[in-house]
């Protein structure tokens, strides 16, 4: 008997002993497994660390990676030969100066500076240097020099704008205000094509050219002799120009104000992409003369001024380029011309508001813009005024565009 107990309890050992080898295996294995799974864990945990610390603190960052679509940039090469095509300084073919648009990513800047060599020479079977004669010493005043290059999305030097001038009140302060709205639109889309004709290979944008802020006879309530025109009148001009798909400016004629003060009144409309500005430099009272007695003048300050009115509202509102226009046909309407700023975020444009026969209105061109280089030329164009004098007439687009450079603003009186 007894050692039938021994057996068992032989037996009962080696059972045991081999459950505890198991339990150990057991052991090791989950032990394995825990080991495995802390490290998972610490990876995960310190990946997502750092995706905290890259996105900086953004909490969506931790489930998608940001993706950012791509901006378009300048294609300055592009930029620079359509502003030697219209300082008359390089023929190409209507297929090289279109705009052209190429991707970047989000951060690199398109601000810069142009500075077209003197001495350039270009060589291709589309395009040539017109002036053969350039030497290292041959300057030349246009294209401007030392100006910034646009945001993308400028219209200038890509495209030309053809507006109508005047102010719905009144029949004689422009063609805007002359005729019906419907005749007025045909008119300035039979303008618009007789530029594309003239020259194909600048695209044409009409434009809607309102006065905002009129200089007047009378001192008014604040003695400024300004009426600014009711925001029904200026919707008025927006709604007309959404019909054709043109462009708006307002312009201004501050009188005995300044823009300071007539400006912000128009923040709200500027904030619209296509809303751009215009400033008189003709009725900018600095004496104690009134509006209409005298020519007015602006300095170089006041151009400044709306040039960066202008580019707080397009960096705040992430719009294309604005554009600034001013007039002059004498030299003091605008002073301190080489303290002129140019910006990425507006686009500069002198215009020539002489009226008169077709010779004074060139040598005006050639006295008052050509010799002060800014950044874009204007060229006027009166209905009624040019046709006054015996032997005169309105000139024709051709004409124009022989003008050197070549305006990119045409309007029309």
Same mark, same amino acid.
């Given at each position: 008997?007894?050692?039938?107990?021994?057996?068992?309890?032989?037996?009962?050992?080696?059972?045991?002993?081999?459950?505890?080898?198991?339990?150990?295996?057991?052991?090791?294995?989950?032990?394995?497994?825990?080991?495995?799974?802390?490290?998972?864990?610490?990876?995960?945990?310190?990946?997502?660390?750092?995706?905290?610390?890259?996105?900086?603190?953004?909490?969506?960052?931790?489930?998608?990676?940001?993706?950012?679509?791509?901006?378009?940039?300048?294609?300055?090469?592009?930029?620079?030969?359509?502003?030697?095509?219209?300082?008359?300084?390089?023929?190409?073919?209507?297929?090289?100066?279109?705009?052209?648009?190429?991707?970047?990513?989000?951060?690199?800047?398109?601000?810069?500076?142009?500075?077209?060599?003197?001495?350039?020479?270009?060589?291709?079977?589309?395009?040539?240097?017109?002036?053969?004669?350039?030497?290292?010493?041959?300057?030349?005043?246009?294209?401007?020099?030392?100006?910034?290059?646009?945001?993308?999305?400028?219209?200038?030097?890509?495209?030309?704008?053809?507006?109508?001038?005047?102010?719905?009140?009144?029949?004689?302060?422009?063609?805007?205000?002359?005729?019906?709205?419907?005749?007025?639109?045909?008119?300035?889309?039979?303008?618009?094509?007789?530029?594309?004709?003239?020259?194909?290979?600048?695209?044409?944008?009409?434009?809607?050219?309102?006065?905002?802020?009129?200089?007047?006879?009378?001192?008014?309530?604040?003695?400024?002799?300004?009426?600014?025109?009711?925001?029904?009148?200026?919707?008025?001009?927006?709604?007309?120009? *959404?019909?054709?798909?043109?462009?708006? +400016?307002?312009?201004?004629? =501050?009188?005995?104000?300044? #823009?300071? !003060?007539? /400006? &912000?009144?128009?923040?709200?409309?500027?904030?619209?992409?296509?809303?751009?500005?215009?400033?008189?430099?003709?009725?900018?009272?600095?004496?104690?003369?009134?509006?209409?007695?005298?020519?007015?003048?602006?300095?170089?300050?006041?151009?400044?001024?709306?040039?960066?009115?202008?580019?707080?509202?397009?960096?705040?509102?992430?719009?294309?380029? *604005?554009?600034?226009?001013?007039?002059? +046909?004498?030299?003091?309407? =605008?002073?301190?011309?080489? #303290?002129? !700023?140019? /910006? &990425?975020?507006?686009?500069?444009?002198?215009?020539?508001?002489?009226?008169?026969?077709?010779?004074?209105?060139?040598?005006?061109?050639?006295?008052?813009?050509?010799?002060?280089?800014?950044?874009?030329?204007?060229?006027?164009?009166?209905?009624?005024?040019?046709?006054?004098?015996?032997?005169?007439?309105?000139?024709?687009?051709?004409?124009?565009? *022989?003008?050197?450079?070549?305006?990119?603003?045409?309007?029309?009186?």
């Amino acid at each position: 008997m007894s050692q039938i107990i021994k057996r068992k309890i032989s037996s009962k050992r080696k059972i045991l002993k081999t459950l505890g080898h198991i339990n150990y295996l057991r052991l090791g294995v989950l032990f394995v497994i825990f080991m495995v799974f802390c490290s998972l864990v610490y990876k995960a945990t310190a990946a997502t660390v750092t995706l905290v610390l890259e996105s900086d603190l953004n909490p969506v960052a931790l489930f998608t990676k940001p993706e950012f679509p791509e901006e378009p940039k300048l294609d300055i090469k592009a930029y620079d030969d359509k502003m030697l095509y219209l300082a008359h300084r390089l023929s190409t073919s209507t297929s090289t100066l279109t705009s052209t648009l190429t991707s970047t990513a989000v951060g690199n800047s398109v601000a810069g500076i142009i500075n077209i060599a003197t001495s350039t020479v270009i060589s291709s079977t589309t395009k040539k240097v017109i002036s053969t004669t350039a030497t290292s010493t041959t300057k030349y005043l246009w294209p401007a020099p030392n100006t910034a290059y646009p945001k993308a999305g400028a219209i200038f030097p890509f495209k030309r704008i053809v507006a109508f001038y005047g102010n719905l009140y009144s029949k004689k302060m422009g063609v805007l205000g002359e005729y019906s709205s419907s005749t007025m639109l045909a008119m300035l889309k039979q303008k618009v094509h007789e530029w594309e004709l003239a020259d194909p290979a600048t695209p044409v944008i009409p434009a809607l050219h309102y006065i905002a802020v009129v200089a007047q006879g009378s001192a008014g309530a604040d003695g400024m002799y300004r009426a600014r025109m009711p925001d029904a009148e200026i919707q008025k001009v927006i709604e007309m120009a *959404k019909s054709i798909d043109a462009i708006i +400016f307002l312009d201004v004629q =501050v009188a005995k104000s300044n #823009l300071q !003060k007539e /400006l &912000p009144p128009l923040e709200k409309y500027l904030k619209l992409p296509n809303v751009h500005l215009g400033i008189d430099p003709e009725f900018s009272m600095k004496t104690d003369k009134k509006p209409g007695s005298v020519i007015g003048t602006m300095d170089a300050t006041d151009i400044n001024f709306a040039a960066q009115f202008l580019q707080r509202i397009v960096q705040e509102n992430n719009l294309p380029p *604005k554009v600034l226009t001013f007039y002059r +046909f004498t030299r003091n309407m =605008v002073t301190n011309y080489k #303290l002129i !700023k140019t /910006l &990425p975020e507006v686009q500069l444009v002198l215009t020539m508001d002489g009226w008169g026969h077709q010779a004074r209105k060139i040598q005006t061109y050639k006295s008052f813009v050509y010799p002060e280089p800014i950044q874009f030329t204007g060229f006027k164009l009166f209905f009624k005024n040019d046709l006054k004098e015996e032997g005169s007439r309105m000139m024709t687009p051709a004409e124009v565009l *022989k003008l050197t450079p070549s305006p990119v603003y045409i309007q029309y009186q």
